[in-house]
């Protein structure tokens, strides 16, 4: 018998999984989604570190100019940009909270109308709760900036001079403002 002859057995085929594709893909999703975030994260730290290097580099090289005033404006820039920072980290949590609120929702489709309904209502409320929070966030980091400004403007400008007071009113316009968002925002959650 030659070899054009011989009869070849066909290799043997493994048995074929059962694959979920919802499940998998719902895997993939988040993964994906949490695999970005990082970055994302990471890239907002890298940002935050050379900004502090550039703003250290302004301060070195103004001390040397005779009558500069205090550099206190250059310390709120590089604080309002941590600040921002830290809420764009915080909206990339929310992403990512989202997407996987989003994939839990997806993979445990119901195979009832009414409990996939009550699902998606909760989802919604929980979205809700969770923007919320997120702009309770932001407008505290606002609050804590406007008192670092009017701090640094008492330490330039010294107590009663008109910056100082200037400052000191901007101070209870943003608290007056933060508080009036914030009951704005508690009631949406209701």
């Known amino acids: ?3 054009a002859q011989k009869v ?7 048995e074929k999984e059962k694959v979920d594709w919802m499940e998998s893909m719902t895997k993939l999703f988040t993964a994906g989604v949490g695999r970005m975030a990082e970055v994302e994260k990471e890239s907002i730290d890298v940002a935050v570190h050379q900004n502090a290097e550039l703003l250290d580099l302004w301060k070195k090289g103004l001390a040397k100019v005779p009558g ?3 550099l206190f404006l250059l310390e709120l820039a590089g604080d309002g940009f941590e600040r921002y920072a830290e809420i764009q980290k915080s909206a990339i949590d929310l992403f990512v909270e ?4 989003f994939a839990g929702l997806a993979r445990d489709r119901t195979a009832t109308a009414s409990k996939a309904s009550e699902e998606v209502d909760a989802f919604a409320k ?14 505290d980091h606002s609050a804590v900036q406007a008192k670092a400004v009017v701090e ?15 400052a000191e009113t901007v101070q209870r316009g943003v608290d007056a403002f933060v508080d009036a968002q914030k009951g704005l925002l508690d009631l949406a959650v209701r």
Do not use: C, D
């Open 1 to 3: 018998m030659n070899a």
């Open 8 to 14: 070849r057995e066909p290799a043997a085929v493994p």
């Open 68 to 70: 500069t005033p205090g």
């Open 98 to 101: 989202q997407g996987k609120a």
């Open 126 to 139: 929980k979205s809700v709760a969770r923007v919320i929070a997120m702009q309770k966030k932001a407008l």
């Open 152 to 166: 640094s403007s008492s330490k330039q400008f010294g107590a009663g001079h008109p910056m100082g007071v200037a």
